[in-house]
T-cell receptor, first 114, second 113 residues
Framework: DAGVIQSPRHEVTEMGQEVTLRCKPI?????LFWYRQTMMRGLELLIY????????DSGMPEDRFSAKMPNASFSTLKIQPSEPRDSAVYFC????????????FGSGTRLTVV | AQSVTQPDIHITVSEGASLELRCNYS??????LFWYVQSPGQGLQLLLK??????LVQGIKGFEAEFKRSQSSFNLRKPSVHWSDAAEYFC???????????FGTGTRLLVSP
């Protein structure tokens, strides 16, 4: 298995632009998580899905952030408009119900908003 | 509410010396506990997990952790550290092994020659 695949690995964008981060979970995994990592706040859960349905989006910072999971093999996290304080590493992770092995994380997308 | 405390932000250990990273958790029921490692520029990799059975669990790369319910702790240990162990280590707790996990703030391990 190729693991959890995130794209792009790095993104540099100007303030005000729309940014879309992508994630392909491990095949057969039915949970998908989006985390944000910063020096100041550590790892924060933004949102997670079960069977493509958003279960908890209480960590989404504000309306500028949105996430979708149109099918079991793809999810997006969109920021519109982006701001410098959104600069962080965004991780996607997936897991499978019944397998109590924790998550498998992707390699992350490093977002820089200038 | 669930929470995880990793009291040490940085730890420096000499190569070959033993290591213990501390993790304390707050959780209302029997927790599922995890340790992850993150190398620079990489995602988090699972080191080991505990959810039942023997309270001393073995993981990859020679790491082990001991669950102590009375102390609400799940400390990570390694008898002899290698330079390649330099990384950031995260403790996490959750209701199962596949649902929402709460992570600690991490401990950065530095290994001196």
């Amino acid at each position: 298995d190729a693991g959890v695949i995130q794209s792009p690995r790095h993104e540099v964008t100007e303030m005000g632009q729309e940014v879309t981060l992508r994630c392909k979970p491990i095949s057969g995994h039915d949970y998908l998580f989006w985390y944000r990592q910063t020096m100041m706040r550590g790892l924060e859960l933004l949102i997670y899905f079960n069977n493509n349905v958003p279960i908890d989006d209480s960590g989404m910072p504000e309306d500028r952030f949105s996430a979708k999971m149109p099918n079991a093999s793809f999810s997006t996290l969109k920021i519109q408009p982006s701001e410098p304080r959104d600069s962080a590493v965004y991780f996607c992770a997936s897991s499978h119900r019944g397998h109590h092995y924790g998550y498998t994380f992707g390699s992350g997308t490093r977002l820089t908003v200038v | 509410a669930q929470s995880v405390t990793q009291p040490d932000i940085h730890i420096t250990v000499s190569e070959g010396a033993s290591l213990e990273l501390r993790c304390n958790y707050s959780y209302g029921a029997t927790p599922y506990l995890f340790w992850y490692v993150q190398s620079p520029g990489q995602g988090l990799q699972l080191l080991l997990k505990y959810f039942s059975g023997d309270t001393l669990v073995q993981g990859i790369k020679g790491f082990e952790a001991e669950f102590k319910r009375s102390q609400s702790s799940f400390n990570l240990r390694k008898p002899s550290v290698h330079w390649s162990d330099a990384a950031e280590y995260f403790c996490a707790v959750g209701p199962t092994g596949f649902q929402k996990l709460v992570f600690g703030t991490g401990t950065r391990l530095l290994v001196s020659p």
